[in-house]
């Protein structure tokens, strides 16, 4: 049946000879408590595969056997106590001046009594509860009869890893591969994610699950890449073809929604700790920060490649000097908390700006490199490589790093002109598009409404609408018809709304000769069999223009009979009359017909074609009412026009605001007030490949500090760079990353699961643009992404023995969805959500005020600004929507990379009580009740299908109707919203 995980893991062995680091697999080490015995030598002991010790090994004559022997020895098992700066019983053994403490520089064979150390580690006293192992002991004892000799400088303690700590051969900290051997096809097929979960499964004698349900697969990918739900007839669809091309376009497809970026981005904000409010006792608004949120969710839709991602984020001024751009960007580094209350001593104030260069380098450094390099602050890190001097030249790179508000750059004379032209598009699209829904009125314009309903709007039945038009003017040829002029047709209810519309643009008034060409234009359209139709015409914009003339049109029913028509023939009132500029054709104003209401200046305008034969014309006239945008597509190139009027002359920014920093020193045991040696922006030393040595001054500025910064950090040869992104999305995708920590590679974070298949993932990674799309596409594609979590008793009960937790994925976990996700979930299955991207976030928040102190209390909100997704809530710390909060929802003042899972009775109360699950289980049954009518059986089945994707069994369809009958479709609605299978996907 195979061995348990906790046998796997205290049995592991280094990787196959292949050239990758034996370190991956050094689990089964111990960490100890060591005791101190007075004069006693404590040994630090630990087991590590890394640097395996023979017992037949003999001092070369060279000083081979010192390096590679004992220098590892006494640097895994003993200078954890022993080193120059702890020195347990007096030794230092980490140089060979230490030595001479205990006469271990004679020859034991002659000084044996006298050898304290070999006498403790003889007598299995040192190193305390774990001795040495007889190899071990043999290889001090070949040592110490040689008289201990020594080969080179001081044992650096950091060099090797032992079973306490890390060591520069730690895995993390290697150069990143430029080839890893892939395992044979397994079962799984040819991808090479399963090759490597396959062979691993095979190592542990476990059997993989098949693939989900398709609608299980289509919730999963949904959730994990738009944080979305599917409709009803997408997962039908899949149902109907789950083929792995059809698993392939919905995932492209979703790829490239602009969804995507939303559900991203918060991942993001996550770890970079995003809020918009400074915290601590003040706890200040921040009005402008959300240009972070915006820059994110771009990103992710437009794949910026991710070294690039982070360079803005650390040093987008030297990129994009004051473009929105590069501000935005780099609100990652002033995104966490910030107390403005820092006293007015010395110490004091000294004190708060090291607090804060901590909470910044702690932030960058597990953000990209999955290091927890602040633990160096007062001291040498405990478990990993870093010492106190990595972690203040490292913090010397961020010591400019102010924070306040910046403006952007106004536009640049060769794209102010493009922009302005961006600028009048969305302004014409906007009111086109309010025009058409009768928003957008002139008192001028004129119009033509038929005085009766006609019967053009038959369920189902198809329709064409004939309309023949031309350009048109009056007696001023700067009101001739342009190319952005129309005539807007609609067909209304009895209430005003607009059942169809149609836009004819007949093309700019050109130096014709004789009478207007009038040109046939069609359009089909399908009725809803919602009522009779009034017949609506119109200019489709206000810019004081003729929108065009219509000579005829018609309505038929497809087959070809014809259901209204109207050729103007019947106009009368024809005394007023002049002439059309360039043709002198006459023009009647002032006209009325039986058929249709008119309003506008002057009635109805006619333009005499021929003698008998009119054409009405549509004046625009002026726009003189103030339309504010209501639907989604309004909102959204409102939004876009207040930005570019905005970019026009500078946007304020929440960002860094380049400091002047200033000399860098360690300090004792982190005290700002006790500077030691001085030191110059660098990187850690440990990482293998990129310099961390960046070879500038102490004099050196911000931007030049944070450059060198960006450039290191993103260095191709910087492995923890790589693979701690490629663990984060393999974390954000299947619930648990590759290692278990996704901000800490280090020795508290342990080792991974597949070590192989990340340093594939990671090389392939950077090798391949380094694009974050392509890396998903890669996961989600494989069968482990696929794998089902519910799998029959008998492979769950084997599996379980092995791998309860699924961590090596032979089945997936279920997910309960994350509270955002839940919320939005709701929105969008009611109909209510709103898609209005960007800008500011909504505020259902009311803020108190006592002296300077903010307080921030949740207040549920009802309105489509209310609506939009939860990334766009305006997020202060300190308090969150209690239906939120009680899902996980995170509190930003520290990052969060992991978020937490739990089950509390708050969940079902809230699930069950919120004002918005009541407020969106009515909205969701007004919208069942518009499609289905009154039929308590069709509304179940609608609310089947719109929440749980699936149609009801027969028991629930029958218990579903009763409650609806005797309670309403709201609360049936309720009772779905509160379902495990709508909060949890299997």
Not at 35 to 44: D, E, Q
Not at 74 to 89: F, K, P, Y
Not at 358 to 380: K, M, P, Y
Not at 522 to 541: I, K, N, P, Q, S
Request: glycine share 8%; aromatic share 8%; proline share 6%.
């Amino acid at each position: 049946m195979g061995r348990s995980v906790q046998t796997e893991v205290s049995r592991r062995k280094g990787w196959p000879s292949n050239g990758t680091p034996r370190c991956w697999k050094g689990v089964g080490c111990t960490r100890l408590r060591l005791k101190i015995l007075p004069r006693a030598i404590g040994i630090i002991l630990g087991v590590c595969s890394c640097w395996p010790v023979f017992a037949s090994a003999q001092p070369p004559g060279d000083d081979s056997f010192f390096e590679q022997k004992i220098a590892p020895l006494l640097a895994q098992r003993c200078l954890e106590c022993h080193n120059a700066t702890t020195q347990e019983g007096g030794l230092d053994l980490s140089r060979r001046e230490g030595l001479a403490a205990m006469d271990i520089a004679k020859p034991l064979l002659e000084n044996a009594t006298a050898n304290l150390m070999w006498q403790r580690v003889a007598a299995d006293e040192m190193p305390p509860k774990h001795p040495l192992a007889p190899d071990e002991k043999n290889l001090l004892k070949l040592w110490l009869d040689q008289g201990a000799p020594w080969a080179g400088g001081p044992i650096d303690r950091f060099r090797y890893s032992s079973g306490s700590r890390a060591g520069y051969d730690w895995w993390s900290w290697q150069l990143l591969h430029d080839t890893v051997t892939l395992p044979p096809q397994g079962a799984s097929g040819p991808h090479p994610v399963d090759r490597f979960i396959d062979a691993k499964l095979h190592e542990l004698g476990l059997q993989a699950a098949g693939r989900a349900d398709p609608r299980t697969q289509l919730r999963r990918l949904y959730n994990d890449l738009i944080g979305l739900p599917p409709s009803y007839s997408e997962v039908t669809a899949f149902v109907a073809d789950p083929s792995d091309k059809a698993w392939e376009a919905a995932v492209d497809r979703l790829l490239s929604a602009p969804e995507f970026g939303e559900r991203w981005a918060q991942h993001w904000l996550d770890v970079a700790r995003f809020g918009e409010s400074d915290g601590f006792e003040y706890n200040q608004p921040r009005e402008d920060a959300w240009h972070f949120r915006d820059w994110v969710i771009q990103a992710f839709n437009d794949d910026l490649p991710y070294d690039q991602f982070v360079r803005l984020q650390l040093a987008g001024d030297p990129v994009k000097t004051g473009s929105k751009e590069s501000l935005a960007a780099q609100g990652f580094l002033v995104a966490g908390i910030h107390n403005p209350v820092i006293g007015q001593s010395p110490a004091m104030r000294a004190n708060a700006r090291h607090a804060e260069l901590e909470e910044i380098a702690a932030t960058t450094s597990q953000a990209f490199l999955g290091l927890t390099i602040h633990c160096a602050r007062c001291h040498d890190h405990k478990y990993d490589p870093i010492s106190t001097t990595d972690y203040y030249r490292f913090i010397a790179a961020l010591d400019g790093v102010q924070r306040g508000i910046r403006t952007t750059q106004p536009w640049e004379p060769e794209s102010a002109a493009s922009n302005e032209q961006r600028r009048q598009a969305l302004q014409g699209t906007l009111q086109t598009l309010q025009s058409q829904r009768g928003a957008i009125h002139s008192t001028s314009g004129n119009a033509l409404v038929s005085r009766r309903a006609y019967r053009i709007n038959e369920a189902n039945q198809r329709y064409v609408l004939r309309i023949a038009a031309a350009p048109t003017v009056w007696a001023n040829p700067a009101q001739a018809t342009g190319p952005e002029d129309g005539i807007l047709v609609r067909l209304l209810r009895d209430d005003a709304s607009v059942a169809q519309f149609f836009v004819v643009r007949p093309g700019s008034w050109s130096e014709a000769q004789g009478r207007p060409q009038f040109r046939p234009y069609e359009f089909e359209y399908v009725g809803d069999g919602r009522g009779d139709l009034h017949v609506r015409m119109e200019a489709a914009t206000h810019e004081d223009r003729f929108g065009g003339a219509v000579e005829s049109l018609s309505i038929a029913e497809l087959a070809g009979e014809v259901v209204f028509e109207d050729s103007f023939e019947n106009l009368t009132d024809r005394n007023h009359r002049g002439l059309q500029a360039d043709t002198s054709a006459i023009v009647y104003f002032g006209l009325s017909s039986e058929r249709w209401v008119h309003s506008g200046v002057n009635a109805i305008h006619a333009v005499e074609v021929a003698p008998g034969n009119d054409a009405v014309q549509f004046y625009g006239g002026v726009a003189d009412v103030v339309v504010e945008p209501v639907t989604e597509q309004e909102q959204v190139l409102q939004s876009e026009l207040t930005e570019l009027t905005r970019l026009a002359v500078g946007v304020p920014v929440y960002t860094v605001v380049s400091g002047t920093p200033g000399a860098m020193h360690v300090m004792r045991r982190g005290d700002p007030m006790q500077p030691l040696d001085p030191v110059t922006a660098g990187g850690p030393r440990g990482i293998m490949g990129p310099n961390a040595d960046w070879n500038l001054t102490a004099d050196a500025s911000d931007l030049e500090r944070r450059a060198a910064l960006a450039l290191w950090m993103t260095d191709r040869h910087n492995g923890p760079f790589h693979r701690a992104i490629v663990n984060r999305v393999w974390h954000w995708l299947f619930g648990r990353g590759l290692v278990a920590t996704p901000s800490d590679l280090g020795f508290q974070g342990g080792l991974p699961t597949h070590p192989e298949l990340l340093e594939w993932l990671a090389m392939d990674f950077r090798d391949t643009g380094m694009s974050i799309k392509k890396l998903i596409r890669q996961m989600v594609l494989s069968e482990a992404y696929r794998r089902s979590s519910l799998v029959e008793p008998d492979l769950q009960a084997q599996g379980d023995a092995i791998d309860q937790d699924a961590i090596y994925l032979w089945r997936r976990q279920p997910t309960r969805l994350q509270a955002e996700g839940l919320r939005d979930s709701m929105l969008s299955i009611s109909g209510a959500l709103s898609r209005n991207p960007f800008g500011p976030g909504f505020r259902d928040v009311v803020i108190e005020t006592v002296g300077a102190a903010h307080y921030y209390r949740a207040d549920e909100k009802a309105g489509r600004e209310f609506d939009r997704r939860s990334i766009y809530r305006w997020r202060p710390r300190g308090d969150r929507s209690s239906l939120l909060e009680a899902f996980d929802c995170p509190d930003p003042s520290a990052a969060t990379p992991e978020r937490a899972i739990t089950t509390t009775p708050t969940q079902s109360l809230s699930l069950w009580n919120h004002a918005l699950v009541l407020r969106l289980s009515r909205h969701l049954a007004e919208r069942i009740q518009q499609e289905t009518g009154m039929d308590p059986g069709l509304q179940v089945q609608q609310a089947w299908q719109a929440v749980l994707l699936r149609e009801p069994t027969a028991e629930e369809e029958e218990i579903a109707t009763q409650l609806v009958r005797q309670h309403g479709l709201a609360s049936l609605c309720r009772v779905l919203f509160n379902a495990g299978e709508a909060v949890v996907i299997d």
